[in-house]
Structure formats: C-alpha cells, structure tokens
C-alpha cells in the first residue's frame, strides 16, 4: 500500500505571497492532519479534516488553512506569508478509530524569503 | 494545556552503546506513541502502547508505559549508526500531543 505523498517538496516563496501544499493520504484512510515543525517549536497541530470537515484546529492564524476532497486528498494553504512560516509541512493520514496512531508523509520545506 | 516532555533533548553516543530516552507529562494518556524521524523524512511511526505498565519490544528498541500513564521510556540496546535520528513521543486523549523531540546521533 502506498504512504502518505506530499506535493511540492521543497518550495521557496517571497513574503506576502500565498502557497498551497497537497497531500495524498494511504488509500482507505479517512482523516488528515496538518502539521508545522520547526527547530524550536516541534511539531506543531495546525488542523484535522475528516470527511470534507474540519475536525480540529491548533492554535495557528486564519493566514492557514486547508480542504479536504471527497477522497480524501487534501490542501493547505498559506496566504500573505511571513518569514516565520517557514519550516517544514507535514501531512499525516490516519484510520478511522485509530487517529492517534499518525501515518506521516515526507513533509514539504517551505521557505520563506 | 497537556505537555509532553523529552529527554535528553540531545545524544550521541558511540555505537554499541545502550541508551534511555524519555517521554514525560503531568497529564494521563489513553495511549502512547514512539516515532523516529530521519532528515529531510516524515516521521515514522515505531509503536502504540496503550496499558499502564506495559512494556513493547521491536528488535533492540525497549518502550515502556508508566503505571499511571502519564510517561513512557525507550531503551536501544547496542546502538548502531542506523538508529540516528529524531525520536518523538505523542499522546492522545481528547488530542493529540507531540513533544519535542530527543535528536539520537549514533557514531560508527
């Protein structure tokens, strides 16, 4: 079975201007979370969608946000964006009932210049 | 606010070696998770403990949940250089919480 693909990998933008990371997650599994890691942070929770809803959401501005499609890919985005947001975006799919047990993907480096 | 608190935050080690890291919080857990995480990788899900006191085994990794649920510890034994890498805990309840992390150097 496949992992969890995540799209681009490695990005550079310029402040104030927006992106959109994608997310595929493992076939069958219904619920994706968004993560922010960052050196002095950790692992941060931005938002978990399930069924085209979001279920949960961290503690991150309105600047970030995300969409679940019917099956079950998902998007972030980031608009207007801050030299702090740069760090690395993982996506994380998981099964239905088990959400604590997080399947990650290889995450996209987001830079901010 | 539920924390989760690592160490040691950094080790290297030379191979061969045993090593503990911990997992520690002042919150109650209904399970437990280990993950080890490679540059430029997503984390890697290691294992799922779920009963106070249990202990899991994975080859020469050793994870152990507290009586009370509220920490957890990893032992590798004879550590080899493939076992470099950033080994992160997460707990669940209502939420999921990750720590920060314990970033493992293993030298040849």
């Known amino acids: 079975k496949a992992g969890v693909t995540q799209t681009p990998r490695y990005l550079i933008k310029t402040r104030g201007q927006q992106v959109t990371l994608s997310c595929s997650p493992i076939?069958?599994?219904?619920?994706v979370s968004w993560y922010q890691q960052t050196p002095g942070q950790g692992l941060q929770f931005l938002f978990e969608?399930?069924?085209?809803?979001?279920?949960n959401k961290g503690n991150f501005p309105g600047r970030f946000s995300g969409r679940q499609f019917s099956n079950s890919r998902s998007e972030m985005n980031v608009s207007t964006l801050e030299l702090g947001d740069s760090a690395l975006y993982l996506c994380?799919?998981?099964?239905?009932?088990?959400?604590?047990?997080?399947?990650f993907g290889p995450g996209t480096r987001l830079t901010v210049t | 606010t539920q924390l989760l608190e690592q160490s040691p935050q950094f080790l290297s080690i030379q191979e061969g070696e045993n090593l503990t890291v911990y997992c520690n919080s002042s919150?109650?857990?209904?399970?437990l998770q280990w993950y080890r995480q490679e540059p430029g990788e997503g984390p890697v899900l290691l294992v799922t403990?779920?009963?106070?006191?249990e202990v899991k085994k994975l080859k020469r990794l050793t994870f152990q949940f507290g009586d009370a649920r509220k920490d957890s510890s990893l032992h590798i034994t004879a550590a080899q250089p493939g076992d470099t890498g950033l080994y992160l805990c997460?707990?669940?309840?209502?939420?999921?919480?990750f720590g920060k992390g314990t970033l493992l150097t293993v030298n040849p």
């Open positions: 994380a799919s998981s099964l239905t009932g088990q959400e604590y047990e997080q399947y």
């Open positions: 076939s069958g599994h219904r619920s």
């Open positions: 969608y399930f069924s085209e809803t979001q279920r």
């Open positions: 919150s109650v857990f209904s399970s």
């Open positions: 403990v779920v009963t106070g006191g």
């Open positions: 997460g707990g669940s309840n209502y939420k999921l919480t």
